[in-house]
């Protein structure tokens, strides 16, 4: 794995792309967020490959998800390339009763791209759990 070769902070820009949508990479306003993100990535240790190799193969468990049985909120971003919509979608169609909402402007961490969008869905998402 490269991480473990090469180390975090050759490794991060690669990733960045993987994490965050165009929207967030391109905007010229964001340039010292974007910034310390890759240098938050860059830092981590070289052990966290275990963490990462673990995620890479771990067994999927689509087949479990009709199982859920309580109100379930999916939420991906437009631009998620690692989990992208139609994955979500999937995912979502799997659970019943689930909700997809999709985070416009915002990749693989949409908490970090576009929070307002985010908590904007969870907040009509926990209203519409409240008893009448």
């Known amino acids: 794995m490269a991480l473990r070769l090469l180390g975090a902070r050759l490794v ?12 967030f990479l391109a905007d ?7 910034q310390e993100w890759q240098d938050r990535l860059g830092s981590v240790r070289r052990s966290v490959h275990r963490a ?3 995620v890479v193969k771990r067994e999927g468990i689509y087949g479990e998800l009709a199982k859920i049985p309580v109100p ?9 390339v690692a989990t992208p919509p139609s994955m979500a979608e999937r995912i979502c169609r799997a659970i019943p009763g689930s909700r ?3 985070i416009p402007q915002a990749g693989h ?3 970090i791209e576009n ?6 869905a969870l907040d009509t998402f926990l209203e519409g759990l409240r008893p009448r």
């Open 109 to 111: 961490s949409s908490t």
């Open 28 to 34: 010229p306003a964001r340039s010292e967020f974007r």
């Open 52 to 54: 990462i190799t673990a």
């Open 100 to 102: 997809l909402v999709q």
């Open 72 to 80: 379930t909120l999916v939420l991906v971003g437009d631009e998620d």
């Open 12 to 23: 991060a820009p690669k990733v960045m792309p993987i994490l965050f949508g165009k929207t």
């Open 115 to 120: 929070p307002q969008a985010v908590n904007a």
